[in-house]
């Protein structure tokens, strides 16, 4: 049976046209919606190769129910956060149990929690002068990054990364093994 993934993202959507790119091709998995909460967005013309085109929602729609509705409606196996920054409501949680996850930029649980997104994760990395990095990809609880972590993957970082470095090297990271562990979800019983 064709399996259903909503992806959510905020901003440039990278990991957004990773995992459409992978997906492309597989008749068992579908991307069924993208979904941002920002117009601006740079994942709304990375979807246009795909002939998808994203659905932009505002903050009333995604905490009166509405949006939730909306996409219940889509019977989704699994939704996906892939950059998206509005913290998830207990009313998401429960109604899709174990069926969100969420890519980290960092390996949790250090530099998580509310702030803790895109570069200002990077930057208080490389503050701290950490010798590695890496992505968690977690499933989505109540609390900010705290749910059952599914994988990390680590990246060595040098003394001399900048920031920017340091996020390619994550960046990297995230394309190789998102889709991936999103697949292996979707065919183990969890979703
Ligand atoms: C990714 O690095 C993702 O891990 C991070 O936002 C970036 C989005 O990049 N997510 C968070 O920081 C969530 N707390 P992208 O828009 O190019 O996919």
New binding site residues.
Partial sequence: MQKKIILF?????????EICRFFQQDPNILVAGVYTNNPHA??IQRLKPFGLEARIFNKSEFSNGGLLKEISDLEPDLLV?????WKIGGDWVAKFPKKII????ALLPKY?GKG???NH?HQAVKANREKESG?TIHFVNEA??EGAIIIQKKTPLLESDTESQI?EK??QL?HRYFPITIAELLKSEGA
């Fill in positions: 993202a905020s901003g440039n959507g990278s990991n957004v046209e740079g994942v956060l892939a950059g998206f920054l969420n890519i980290h930029p998580g803790m997104y895109g994760v992505i900010y990054d996020a994550v960046h995230e």
